[in-house]
């Protein structure tokens, strides 16, 4: 069966901090992967998508960047955080459907 | 672009009772429309997918049929339980393209008392 893992599970940081987000994908190869926003009680905005290692689109400009090192690892990041950063990130992979990961709480301050 | 509605929340039912929400969408294509659930803190989770016209998806007592001409999608359950308690979201997706990129409605909360 397949496994997402997200990390960490929530963040608190400052404004103007750099952040890192990581999601890890077990049981599936070469998975298309993507990530997500939520504002808290809003819906869900695609941010990235990618298809194979190295790979990564972009789908809206949110000052974020992502890159898939390996592949089973998705990674989000930016050097400045903002405060409409706040919010939470989802990861997903899918072969035909999209399945979720439980999700990063990142509140900026 | 493309865009789907939902029904306005919050809505709030006694335990028994129907359920129902609106979902529509505007495209110019014919997508494979879903619905996802999401419980509070957690990422959602994929109710069912229907991806053609006229079909009907169902799981755990919810079902929605995709009606082409009117194009619609909604989300029906019988007799809610307290445990349906979550956010319900309709989504389309095309098939063509690298990026199976899901477009959301904004969410339905439903709230189920006892």
């Known amino acids: 069966a397949q496994t997402i893992h997200q990390w960490p599970v929530a963040e608190i940081k400052a404004v103007g901090s750099p952040l890192s987000l990581g999601c890890t994908i077990k049981?599936?190869?070469?998975?298309?992967l993507y990530w997500y926003w939520q504002a808290t009680g809003g819906t869900l905005q695609q941010l990235f998508y990618?298809?194979?290692?190295?790979?990564v689109e972009s789908v809206v400009q949110l000052n974020l960047s992502a890159s898939r090192p390996k592949d089973d690892q998705f990674i989000l990041s930016t050097e400045k955080l903002l405060l409409s950063h706040s919010g939470f990130y989802l990861c997903a992979w899918s072969r035909y459907e999209q399945y979720f990961g439980p999700g990063t709480r990142l509140t900026v301050l | 672009g493309d865009s789907v509605t939902q029904t306005e929340g919050p809505v709030t039912l006694s335990e028994g009772t129907s359920l129902t929400v609106n979902c529509s969408y505007e495209t110019k294509q014919y997508p494979t429309l879903f619905w996802y659930v999401q419980y509070p803190g957690e990422g959602p989770q994929l109710l069912f997918k229907v991806p053609k016209a006229n079909e009907k998806g169902s799981n755990r007592g919810f079902e929605a049929t995709y009606n082409k001409e009117a194009t619609s999608f909604h989300l029906q359950k019988a007799s809610v339980q307290e445990s349906d308690s979550a956010v319900y979201y309709c989504a389309l997706r095309y098939s063509g393209g690298s990026n199976a990129k899901l477009t959301f409605g904004k969410g339905t909360k439903l709230s189920v008392k006892s």
């Open positions: 990618s298809i194979t290692v190295g790979q």
């Open positions: 049981g599936k190869s070469s998975p298309n």
